[in-house]
């Protein structure tokens, strides 16, 4: 059993680390999304989807998981749309399924502005700018790497290329899928929140679970709730290697609704 995980902007690999199970039966992949063997951010979302497919395929036998975190799961989104087959279950993580058409041209302009600030603006200046979105509330990313220099070019293309506003709307591609998919999302993420509340009635396989007091940054403001989530799900969707049936391999200890909707 094969878990892929996605980072988001500005991260890395090790940003999982430190949040998700790890449970001997399980094994992880944490994947940069400008690794090699993927599609680099202009050719699009669509051959980073292809690309990482194959490269999920070539790499691990089924069954395989996926779980992205905002960019990571909007490139996990279209992965798992070009290929649901390969995949068993999915999570999705402060992740917006797609904008409709008449708001697409607003996100465009926002991220091309961001785009030209990634490419001019010194970087402590541009962090700033950057934790002061609504969708954060504030909440700096918890971590001294997140501080470091990076690719600055490579940041631009990602936001030029790899904007929401290049994504499909996923509703009705969601509604067809017939595996699991789980979608954690802040109650102070308003926009995503809005969003994948609309899934579990278009997809009955969708499970929406809402971490309260936290934005955008969830996982990583409520580590201990988001591991328990995380862990209930994949317990609860193990596969005998055929889609469609499941097994529980050991009991967890379920989460409360005191739990999902408070802080511990």
């Known amino acids: 059993?094969?878990?892929?995980?996605?980072?988001?902007?500005?991260?890395?690999?090790?940003?999982?680390?430190?949040?998700?199970?790890?449970?001997?039966?399980?094994?992880?992949?944490h994947c940069s999304l400008y690794d090699p063997h993927f599609a680099t951010p202009e050719k699009g979302l669509v051959l980073w989807g292809d690309s990482f497919n194959a490269f999920a395929q070539e790499i691990a036998p089924p069954p395989r998981y996926l779980i992205g975190y905002s960019l990571g799961g909007r490139l996990g989104l279209h992965a798992l749309i070009q290929s649901p087959y390969i995949w068993e279950a999915a999570l999705f993580v402060s992740t917006h399924p797609g904008l409709p058409q008449e708001e697409r041209v607003a996100r465009a302009k926002q991220d091309l502005d961001w785009a030209k600030a990634f490419e001019t603006l010194p970087f402590p200046e541009l962090l700033i700018s950057w934790n002061q979105q609504p969708l954060f509330g504030g909440t700096p990313f918890p971590s001294p790497r997140f501080l470091q220099e990076q690719d600055r070019p490579l940041l631009s293309s990602s936001l030029r290329h790899w904007s929401l506003s290049q994504q499909n709307n996923f509703q009705e591609d969601l509604a067809r899928l017939s595996l699991p998919i789980l979608w954690i999302v802040g109650s102070h993420d308003t926009r995503c929140l809005q969003a994948s509340s609309q899934l579990s009635f278009r997809h009955p396989l969708s499970t929406i679970t809402v971490i309260q007091n936290v934005g955008h940054r969830a996982p990583w403001e409520n580590k201990k709730l988001f591991e328990k989530i995380v862990l209930k799900f994949i317990t609860n969707n193990v596969s005998t290697h055929t889609r469609g049936k499941y097994v529980d391999p050991s009991p967890v200890t379920p989460i409360s609704e005191n739990d999902l909707y408070h802080e511990p």
Do not use: C, N, V
């Open 1 to 29: 059993m094969t878990f892929f995980s996605l980072h988001g902007f500005l991260g890395t690999t090790i940003d999982w680390e430190p949040i998700l199970p790890t449970q001997t039966h399980l094994k992880h992949l």
